[in-house]
């Protein structure tokens, strides 16, 4: 560090600055510093960490605070023409003091600086996140629907606690996902890329048993989003038929690719994805503190 470094300020940020910054650091690295998680929280304005230094904003640290279910979590930036000044050392200092105790931070695209910042601070890799994709225009098996279950498509205000229930449920041990809020689904019905057509709801019984939300980003690559399935309704292939019909869909939405992310631990989804011609392309790396 040396005497250049802004200070580090917790308030709301703006959000264009801060963007810049994003984008700055996505050129320069190849991967995208923050996740849709922090970006969302950037833009309802939620107070967050910033460096500015001579007037610029040059640096951006997101903290999700400890919860009843999950430790606090993190993510950071730095801007590249504004590195290897201390900013990020700062940041991340200040992300674990506000924390108060044992803190988990995001390295996107699992990057060399990030390693040695983490271990020079004392944390460890605790997990990791593969992103695998594979080509949209490669052959697919056709979705094979269980007896007694339909697919069908999303609908904006009749469908959102039904789907909140089921993901609660599919992700009970894994509380960034099942912890999400109805304020969560609406954010994210707000955004541009969402598309009804592209959340698959299965339905056994009359009641929401699965799903398979997609999307489109951009640049035009598709996404298997997040599929889950309820755990009463185990054992009926659910996942890969979800994982199945959304895929057609955003095959015949023309994209050139199709990424997801899942958890290196959960060795059965890498498996079905294996299986459907996904191969890992990168990896996000959490690093974790004791205390």
Do not use: C
Request: a negative charge.
């Amino acid at each position: 560090m040396d005497d250049t470094r802004g200070d580090v300020v917790l308030a709301a940020a703006e959000a264009a600055p801060v963007m810049a910054v994003v984008e700055a650091a996505t050129a320069a690295d190849g991967v995208g510093p923050l996740s849709e998680h922090a970006i969302l929280a950037l833009r309802a304005g939620r107070p967050a960490f910033t460096v500015v230094d001579s007037g610029a904003t040059v640096a951006y640290g997101h903290l999700d605070p400890a919860t009843g279910q999950e430790g606090a979590a993190a993510e950071l930036v730095v801007h590249p023409a504004h590195r290897r000044r201390g900013h990020g050392r700062a940041l991340l200092r200040a992300l674990l003091a506000e924390a108060g105790g044992p803190l988990r931070v995001w390295a996107h695209g699992d990057l060399p600086a990030a390693a040695a910042l983490a271990e020079s601070e004392g944390m460890e890799r605790v997990r990791a996140l593969f992103q695998m994709r594979r080509p949209a225009a490669d052959p697919l098996p056709e979705a094979k629907v269980a007896d007694g279950v339909r697919l069908r498509a999303f609908e904006p205000g009749r469908d959102e606690e039904a789907w909140l229930r089921v993901n609660a449920r599919a992700f009970a041990a894994h509380p960034e996902q099942g912890a999400w809020t109805i304020e969560d689904v609406r954010a994210r019905e707000a955004e541009p890329w969402f598309d009804p057509a592209g959340l698959f709801l299965a339905e056994r019984g009359g009641e929401v048993v699965g799903f398979h939300w997609t999307k489109i980003h951009p640049d035009g690559l598709g996404e298997v989003y997040v599929v889950g399935v309820d755990p009463s309704a185990q054992g009926l292939g659910l996942g890969r038929t979800l994982t199945l019909a959304g895929l057609h869909h955003l095959r015949d939405r023309g994209v050139p690719q199709i990424l997801l992310y899942v958890d290196e631990s959960n060795t059965a989804a890498v498996g079905l994805y294996e299986s459907l011609g996904f191969t890992r392309y990168a990896v996000d790396v959490m690093y974790g503190t004791s205390a």
